[in-house]
């Protein structure tokens, strides 16, 4: 069974710092998404990554993977108010419904 | 097409009463899933149709929960004789194979 793991799971930061946040997966995952949520409102997918080594940045953000070790990252680049919110992680089972595992989520604060 | 839209986006109700969600979800997506998340939590798989075909169901779907799509287009989730546990945001998304998931903006419950 797939279970996936986030860590931390709460970040305060400054404004203009740099950090990296951590997947974990337990299974083997066809693919790894990344996925933002502002409080109250549903999920913006940010990333897919498909492949070993795969690496996909959006502007202050990058995420990677790496499936040998079932560790997926996303590294925030000079953090900005604006990336406050939560950040979800999940995989995907594989074959039959194909269905999204989250992680618990990591709530960012970036603080002025 | 506007995305994968749901309704109503609250929902009040009283404790033992029924309701009903309904997803419309993208029209070229076959695949269709349900999902609930609390308060702090990652969202949690409940169902996934293919087309019309109810193929999964997850541990979490007690028996006052069903869901059906009719016609393999719009969904609905129903939970009977609801509990203060019920209070969730309810989460439809849809996807065509081998794309990524788009999700609606929810249904938020709460049950008093």
């Known amino acids: 069974e797939l279970k996936v793991e986030q860590n931390p799971l709460f970040l305060s930061m400054q404004e203009g710092k740099n950090y990296t946040i951590y997947c974990n997966y337990s299974?083997?995952?066809?693919?790894l998404y990344w996925y933002r949520q502002d409080p109250g409102k549903s999920l913006e997918s940010l990333f897919v990554l498909l492949s070993n080594g795969a690496v996909k940045q959006e502007g202050r953000l990058m995420a990677s993977l790496d499936t040998k070790a079932r560790l997926s990252t996303l590294h925030i680049t000079a953090a900005v108010h604006d990336l406050s919110a939560t950040y979800f992680c999940?995989?995907?089972?594989?074959?039959?419904?194909?269905?999204?595992?989250f992680g618990k989520g990591m709530k960012l604060t970036v603080n002025p | 097409d506007t995305g994968v839209s749901q309704n109503p986006r609250h929902k009040i109700t009283k404790r033992g009463q029924n309701v009903t969600f309904r997803c419309d979800p993208i029209s070229e997506h076959n695949r269709l899933y349900w999902y609930r998340q609390t308060l702090g939590q990652g969202p949690e798989f409940l169902t996934y149709f293919q087309n019309e075909a109810q193929l999964e169901k997850s541990r979490l779907l007690s028996d006052r929960f069903s869901a059906e799509r009719p016609k393999g287009s719009f969904s609905t989730l129903e939970i009977q004789r609801t509990e203060q546990g019920d209070s969730a945001m309810y989460l439809c998304a849809s996807s065509q194979l081998n794309y990524g998931y788009t999700f609606g903006s929810g249904t938020r419950l709460t049950v008093v």
């Open positions: 999940a995989g995907t089972t594989q074959g039959g419904s194909e269905k999204l595992v």
């Open positions: 299974t083997t995952s066809d693919r």
